[in-house]
């Protein structure tokens, strides 16, 4: 049977038995996630799409196959605890990638069953921001410079992060001042979607 025949027999199923909350996540026009200690237990259509997936082939899986790399999968883990246990909301942008590992801007948005700790239960939304954002190729330690200039460390705190000279910190800036055509960090950031640098995330972001 044709898939969208499938589809239309299942929309159809729905409202004659009053099921709108499956109808409504898995036909919604964002990309919807539902995870479990950072593994996807179920994802509506609009997420699969997204990243180049069926829902079927993301079920089960480590969130770690959409990042860049896996050391951004577990540099990004742990920004943005601390609000979900205070106000159970969250929020940032940041670089995914797609199964055929292009990379692209995507807005988050978090929502923890479990506050006490935040990623044991939790649902998301997605959305692309590639038409209003297009993604600018960077290194990895560009994406490392730039997520903690993000965070608010200073060039010289950077560098101990790193385990890097003050000048090379220094250095990446400059270049990622001119990669974007800008003369400052606030300047970046605009450059980056015009929001506060607390929900840049492109490196040490979570999910």
């Given at each position: 049977?044709?898939?969208?025949?499938?589809?239309?027999?299942?929309?159809?199923?729905?409202?004659?038995?009053?099921r709108?909350?499956?109808?409504?996540?898995?036909?919604?026009p964002?990309?919807l996630?539902?995870?479990?200690?950072?593994?996807?237990?179920?994802?509506n259509?609009?997420?699969?799409?997204?990243?180049?997936?069926?829902?079927?082939?993301?079920?089960?899986?480590?969130?770690?196959?959409?990042?860049?790399?896996?050391?951004?999968?577990?540099?990004?883990?742990?920004?943005?605890?601390?609000?979900?246990?205070?106000?159970?909301?969250?929020?940032?942008?940041?670089?995914?990638?797609?199964?055929?590992?292009?990379?692209?801007?995507?807005?988050?948005?978090?929502?923890?069953?479990?506050?006490?700790?935040?990623?044991?239960?939790?649902?998301?939304?997605?959305?692309?921001?590639?038409?209003?954002?297009?993604?600018?190729?960077?290194?990895?330690?560009?994406?490392?410079?730039?997520?903690?200039?993000?965070?608010?460390?200073?060039?010289?705190?950077?560098?101990?992060?790193?385990?890097?000279?003050?000048?090379?910190?220094?250095?990446?800036?400059?270049?990622?001042?001119?990669?974007?055509?800008?003369?400052?960090?606030?300047?970046?950031?605009?450059?980056?979607?015009g929001?506060?640098?607390?929900?840049?995330?492109?490196?040490s972001?979570?999910?």
């Amino acid at each position: 049977m044709a898939w969208g025949k499938i589809v239309e027999i299942r929309i159809d199923d729905c409202y004659e038995t009053g099921r709108f909350a499956e109808l409504a996540f898995n036909f919604a026009p964002v990309g919807l996630v539902v995870t479990e200690s950072r593994v996807i237990r179920d994802c509506n259509i609009a997420f699969a799409d997204m990243f180049g997936f069926r829902p079927d082939e993301l079920r089960g899986q480590i969130f770690a196959i959409l990042y860049p790399s896996d050391e951004e999968f577990v540099n990004i883990r742990d920004r943005g605890i601390k609000q979900l246990r205070e106000t159970n909301r969250y929020w940032d942008e940041r670089i995914m990638a797609r199964k055929d590992g292009t990379l692209f801007w995507c807005r988050v948005r978090g929502h923890s069953f479990t506050p006490n700790q935040p990623l044991a239960r939790a649902v998301w939304s997605f959305a692309d921001l590639s038409a209003e954002r297009p993604y600018f190729p960077l290194t990895r330690r560009e994406r490392e410079i730039l997520s903690y200039v993000s965070d608010g460390l200073t060039s010289k705190e950077i560098a101990l992060q790193l385990d890097i000279s003050y000048r090379t910190v220094e250095v990446y800036r400059a270049k990622l001042l001119r990669k974007f055509g800008v003369n400052n960090t606030s300047g970046l950031f605009q450059s980056l979607g015009g929001i506060d640098g607390d929900h840049v995330v492109s490196s040490s972001g979570k999910s």
